[in-house]
């Protein structure tokens, strides 16, 4: 306070000079401190202020990135097993025991990007997805490679009966019945079980979980032997639908031509109508219930007892012979007449058609190159028709010992699982 006492009372020039000296320097030193205090302050604001906007700009751009990935896995993204009545072609794609003699079957994306940065992200998305995809195809769709030469371009086949048995008819281990369902499934996405003896519905539940295979099991109860022997199977049916995913079973076929065999068509519904009832006590009341019968004993009333019609059509057995192409027009012919006049609307399914390699059933010649021209024919008139059908069999059926020749050739797989043909024959139609 004295300095300013001296700057206004002091008269002189010289004196004014000395002060206005003296109040500068104080003041740039204030100014220094200031500034000194301030700035470095304001800076590192500035440079904080600005670190975050650069953040936010890359928060952003992740965030478009994950959002284009998002959508494209979701237009890319696969659906699950058909709906147990799908008229599609395609399904909707590298297993205790109970012993019982083996029954027989039946006598017959490109997007637009903004940055090289983003253009990066989506090719390398593309890629793994590209990638994953052919992961999935190559197990369970159906790619040719030299390792696995069961697979086809595509699952030619709706539909293949399957009976596990051995050559001697014992029955087959868990390994063995993986094997083959492996093979199987590079040929089709649906198989039919006749029984559930020799932990058959088990081991093929098993199977497929475990291999992840694409196959849906339509079962079956064998009722031939009678009631005691249709009880044993429903009581393994239940047990095994249970103890495994439930929803890999799309149907259960009360018996196979029981009809033609001699049972009533009254006790064939009795059966029917018991079996339902007891999935539905057991909470399984979501599996379709229904007998599979040859075409012509298939009536009304034995339709209006099942959910679903399924029926045998073998033109092998015909008393006379024109054509393959003939006999493939017969089997949907013969579809259509119970589609009129007994199913009254519900889905009718073949549930057997085939044609033998060798033997002899009366006119129709049974070769080889027959059996391929049968199967590459009546696939396309089946996908035309939009028919589901199991064709009749995987593999050949040496287990029937003692029966026709015939009986025991109509695999597409010999008894030791290669195959037959060239699959790749039933590719396109």
């Known amino acids: 306070m004295s300095i300013f006492r001296r700057f206004w009372q002091s008269p002189t020039r010289k004196d004014c000079a000395i002060n206005f000296a003296v109040l500068g320097v104080f003041a740039l030193i204030i100014i220094g401190v200031v500034l000194g205090t301030v700035l470095p302050r304001r800076s590192n604001t500035l440079h904080l202020e600005s670190e975050s906007l650069d953040l936010a700009s890359t928060l952003a751009e992740l965030s478009d990135v994950f959002s284009s990935t998002s959508d494209s896995s979701s237009e890319t993204s696969k659906p699950s097993f058909t709906d147990y009545f799908d008229d599609e072609d395609d399904v909707s794609v590298s297993v205790p025991s109970i012993t019982s003699t083996a029954p027989t079957a039946s006598s017959k994306t490109v997007a637009s990007v903004t940055s090289t940065s983003e253009m990066e992200t989506e090719s390398k998305v593309s890629s793994e997805e590209s990638s994953s995809d052919l992961s999935s195809s190559e197990s369970h769709e159906t790619i040719a490679t030299e390792n696995n030469p069961y697979y086809t371009a595509e699952r030619a086949l709706w539909g293949l009966t399957y009976s596990p048995y051995n050559t001697d008819g014992s029955c087959p281990d868990l390994a063995t019945v ?22 058959q519905l088990r081991n093929a539940l098993q199977a497929i979980s475990s291999s992840n295979l694409n196959l849906g099991i339509h079962a079956g109860l064998w009722i031939s032997d009678g009631e005691s022997r249709m009880q044993s199977d429903l009581d393994e049916f239940i047990a095994a639908a249970k103890q495994y995913d439930s929803s890999l079973i799309k149907g259960l076929s009360v018996g196979n031509e029981d009809l033609s065999k001699g049972m009533s068509e009254s006790t064939l519904i009795g059966y029917i109508n018991q079996v339902r009832a007891r999935l539905q006590s057991e909470g399984l009341g979501h599996i379709p219930v229904y007998a599979t019968e040859q075409d012509a004993l298939f009536s009304q009333s ?39 006049n007994a199913a009254k609307g519900k889905l009718v399914r073949v549930g057997e058609t085939g044609w033998a390699s060798a033997g002899n059933t009366g006119p129709s010649p049974l070769t080889l190159a027959n059996e391929i021209l049968y199967v590459q024919k009546f696939r396309c008139a089946a996908r035309k028709s939009g028919l589901e ?10 287990w029937k010992q003692g029966q026709a020749v015939s009986e025991q050739n109509f695999g597409i797989f010999s008894a030791q699982y290669t195959p037959k043909f060239d699959f790749l024959d039933l590719s396109s139609c």
Request: overall charge negative; some cysteine.
């Open 178 to 199: 993986t094997s083959q369902l492996q093979k199987v499934a590079g040929v089709t996405s649906n198989i039919r079980l006749y029984s559930t003896d020799c932990s």
């Open 302 to 340: 034995l339709a209006a007892a099942c959910d679903l019609v399924q029926i045998n059509v073998h033109t092998i057995f015909d008393s006379a012979f024109t054509s393959i192409d003939a006999s493939v027009q017969s089997v949907i012919n013969r579809v259509n007449t119970v589609k009129a």
């Open 389 to 398: 059908y199991f064709y009749f069999e995987a593999k050949d059926a040496l």
